[in-house]
Structures are given as C-alpha cells and as structure tokens.
C-alpha cells in the first residue's frame, strides 16, 4: 500500500512564497519520477514540476524561474518552493509518484491528495 501526503498549501498574498511537499509511504522499492501538477477550476490539470531519480528536472514555462523542485530519497518526499507567486497560479496542486513497491513489480503512477494554493491580496 502507498500513501501520498501532502501539505504546505493555503493563502499567499501575490508575490509571496509557499513551499509544498509531498511524502511517500508503504512499501515502496524504488521511485523513479516524482513531480507536482496543479488544477485550476475549469481547466485540465498540468504539469507544474518534475524531478527524475538522477535528479534533473523539468518545468512548466509559466514557472520557470520561480519555481524550484527537490527532493529528498532517505525520506521520500518531494518538494515544491514556490516564489513570486502569481493569481494565475492558483490551484489545488497534486502530488504525483512513479514508483515500484516490493509486492507490484511494475511501474505504478500515484497521486496524492493535493493541496489548495490561492494566490491572491
């Protein structure tokens, strides 16, 4: 079994700061890609940030420059720093985990519970 917990998300003024994180949990045998999408009303969700195992990393356009993903591999857990934030980047931000467990052998993509971001005055 997998659990994705996230936290860090909630209101920020424009130009603010947050710092999302995401955790997983279970019996997990090797992660691959770990990343954040994000969901506006109305809209489709996309991919905000991911980060592979060797640790490169690829960004949404509309983020890049402020936006900065991590993470760490002896706690399983992936980040999300969030600067300059904009109104437009607001949204409920998933988490999301490609992972192997010791009893699936096979590539599995797992979603967290995601996290509310407003960004507004």
């Known amino acids: 079994q997998v659990q994705l917990v996230e936290s860090g998300g909630g209101l920020v003024q424009p130009g603010g700061s947050l710092r999302l994180s995401c955790a997983a949990s279970?019996?997990?045998?090797?992660?691959?890609?770990m990343g954040w999408y994000r969901q506006a009303p109305g809209k489709e969700r996309e991919l905000v940030a991911a980060?592979?195992?060797?640790?490169?990393?690829n960004y949404a356009d509309s983020v890049k420059g402020r936006f900065t993903i991590s993470r760490d591999n002896a706690k399983n857990t992936v980040y999300l720093q969030m600067n300059s934030l904009k109104p437009e980047d607001t949204g409920v931000y998933y988490c999301?985990?490609?992972?192997?467990?010791?009893?699936?052998?096979?590539?599995?993509?797992?979603w967290g519970q995601g996290t509310q971001v407003t960004v507004s005055s």
């Open positions: 999301n985990v490609d992972l192997r467990t010791w009893t699936r052998g096979t590539w599995r993509n797992y």
């Open positions: 980060i592979t195992s060797s640790f490169g990393t």
């Open positions: 279970g019996s997990i045998f090797s992660i691959n890609t």
